[in-house]
């Protein structure tokens, strides 16, 4: 599934991230890719010191990893409510997810939907 971000997103993240310049600088390589969240995450695993694998699904993946954090309460309800500074921060702080990859990482959560990406968490437990 190719997750595309249109220039109207891009806008209204910049808008919403503007005191994030790593957030921000991730947002500038997801338009340099024309909108293309696996490649963006891909670049920025590169330069974020990672090998990650050139497939469709890397991104996914890496989010997958840290289903188990992502989901807890107080941060799954941050990011139904969108992508925010608040959002961002929280997701460094909880994770060793790189910096330059949290807002990608966020933003996938967010088009795949908060509760589709949680469920298989909750039906575990």
Same mark, same amino acid.
């Given at each position: 599934m190719r997750i595309l971000?249109? &220039?109207q997103e891009l806008e209204q993240f910049r808008a /919403?991230? =503007? *005191?994030h310049p790593a957030a921000l600088d991730a947002l500038r390589v997801i338009e340099d890719c024309d909108g293309d969240l696996e490649d963006a995450a891909i670049a920025l695993a590169i330069r974020s010191g990672q090998e990650p /694998?050139? *497939?469709d699904r890397w991104l996914e993946g890496l989010a997958k990893r840290w289903r188990h954090i992502l989901c807890q309460a107080d941060l799954k309800e941050n990011l139904e /409510?969108?992508?925010s500074g608040a959002v961002v /921060?929280?997701?460094a702080a909880d994770t060793e997810i790189p910096s330059k990859l949290? =807002? &990608?990482v966020a933003i996938y959560i967010l088009k795949t939907g908060v509760q589709d990406f949680c469920q298989p968490l909750e039906e575990k437990l």
């Open positions: 971000i249109t &220039p /919403d991230l =503007t *005191n /694998d050139i *497939n /409510d969108g992508l /921060d929280a997701i949290v =807002t &990608p």
